[in-house]
């Protein structure tokens, strides 16, 4: 695995699905008895119109869009979260991201997302 493969599948499985459940959840909250105030907020998102309903994922993508970014901006050592360095490897040692790296996820991922708020 490469840097780039693991933003992109970080993309792929964790921030796009993010969204994706968000919305699958508030059109239809999963379970046989879902928590009270998830079925109140899934009752006002199906009450809105079509164009507030599309403002709010667009703030579920800028929430997923700032945790993701963050927690690779704290892997890669741009956001500082702890002293010393931290380090992930894959299964064969090979480090993915290091706070001493060149390296950086952060960058990867907002190449990946691209200005989705211009669009």
Not at 70 to 83: F, Q, Y
Request: with cysteine.
């Amino acid at each position: 695995m490469t840097p780039e493969s693991l933003v992109r599948g970080i993309h792929d499985h964790c921030f796009e699905t993010a969204i994706a459940d968000t919305e699958a959840t508030l059109l239809a909250p999963a379970g046989r008895a879902p928590r009270a105030r998830l079925v109140a907020l899934s009752g006002w998102f199906v009450e809105l119109g079509e164009d507030d309903r599309v403002r709010v994922m667009e703030v579920a993508r800028m929430a997923a869009h700032g945790a993701t970014f963050g927690v690779l901006a704290a892997l890669d050592g741009s956001r500082k979260i702890a002293d010393g360095e931290l380090r992930l490897t894959d299964e064969s040692g090979h480090v993915l991201a290091a706070t001493e790296s060149s390296t950086e996820l952060h960058d990867l991922f907002q190449a990946e997302v691209g200005d989705w708020l211009t669009a």
